[in-house]
């Protein structure tokens, strides 16, 4: 794919940089006078006019004061807010244990009606049992030093995923085989993983594709991404999780959500990969 996962967040910040700046040309200042009426040096003032340093809500109220335009200042800082919260990093999301972070998702799920998920390496959230899910969050406390609650934070993951028994949600979901091999807990956990597959891979709300190895590609491998109806893309990167909500970009992971989608296999052809997959176990 062409655009930077993170260039969303990018985006925004711009977006945000670009309304200061027409604040302070329409106010008929340069930047050296903006700088001196808001008590910082001229370099600030360019940092903050190309999006290289976010603005706090001080850097914006005395910005706003300084053009004449202080009506405009709780508009800017919440846009701003918004743009900085587009780019998360799991570190800062798990420093209060990764029980909370389970919950933080339900929310955004009652309020799907169509989920749409890539993963390339792992089993779907939504598809994860608890023993898998536990070894899953054990490893992210350890990576990123954080409270090791994986045994709540399971339980928690598996109690949101009852939503793909609930009316009113529809789940298209795509994954390479590859994860079907990737052992997470002991032989025992990762075959009653495999065997839910099975089960909820037949639910009617439910589409489970498996892209072959062996398949003949028209698109590679992409990160893990899931798409909340046709508004929202969520993309998990190894430091942070990216919110995508930029009309072009959404409409670039839908366009690739589509061309993994046609590759994968389903019904009669995922099971038998699945069961492939169990037997490797044995």
């Not at 850097?59 to 200042?73: N, T, V």
């Not at 390339?120 to 054990?138: F, K, N």
């Amino acid at each position: 794919m062409a655009t930077s996962p993170s260039s969303s967040a990018q985006a925004a910040r711009e977006r945000v940089a670009r309304r200061l700046r027409d604040l302070r040309a329409d106010a008929g200042l340069t930047g050296t006078e903006l700088a001196t009426r808001c008590g910082w040096t001229h370099p600030k003032t360019s940092r903050l006019e190309n999006a290289r340093t976010p603005p706090t809500p001080d850097d914006i109220r005395r910005w706003c004061g300084a053009c004449g335009a202080d009506d405009q200042a709780d508009d800017i800082i919440a846009q701003s807010r918004d743009a900085e919260s587009a780019y998360m990093e799991w570190r800062r999301q798990v420093r209060a244990g990764l029980r909370r972070l389970q919950d933080s998702y339900v929310d955004l799920y009652r309020a799907t009606e169509l989920f749409r998920i890539y993963s390339p390496t792992l089993v779907p959230g939504l598809l994860q049992t608890e023993g898998y899910a536990r070894a899953i969050l054990t490893g992210v406390a350890d990576l990123y030093d954080a409270p090791n609650d994986a045994d709540q934070a399971a339980a928690a993951r598996v109690q949101r995923n009852q939503i793909i028994h609930q009316p009113g949600h529809r789940f298209v979901m795509v994954i390479e085989e590859a994860a079907l091999y990737h052992q997470l807990g002991d032989a025992d956990e990762m075959a009653a993983q495999l065997g839910y597959l099975l089960t909820v891979g037949a639910l009617p709300a439910v589409s489970l594709g498996i892209i072959p190895r062996t398949v003949r590609r028209t698109l590679w491998p992409q990160e893990l991404f899931h798409v909340y109806d046709d508004q929202l893309v969520s993309v998990e990167l190894m430091s942070a999780r990216v919110r995508i909500t930029q009309p072009s970009e959404v409409a670039l992971y839908l366009t690739a959500f589509e061309q993994l989608r046609a590759m994968a296999v389903y019904g009669a052809e995922a099971r038998a990969l699945i069961l492939r997959a169990i037997e490797a176990l044995q």
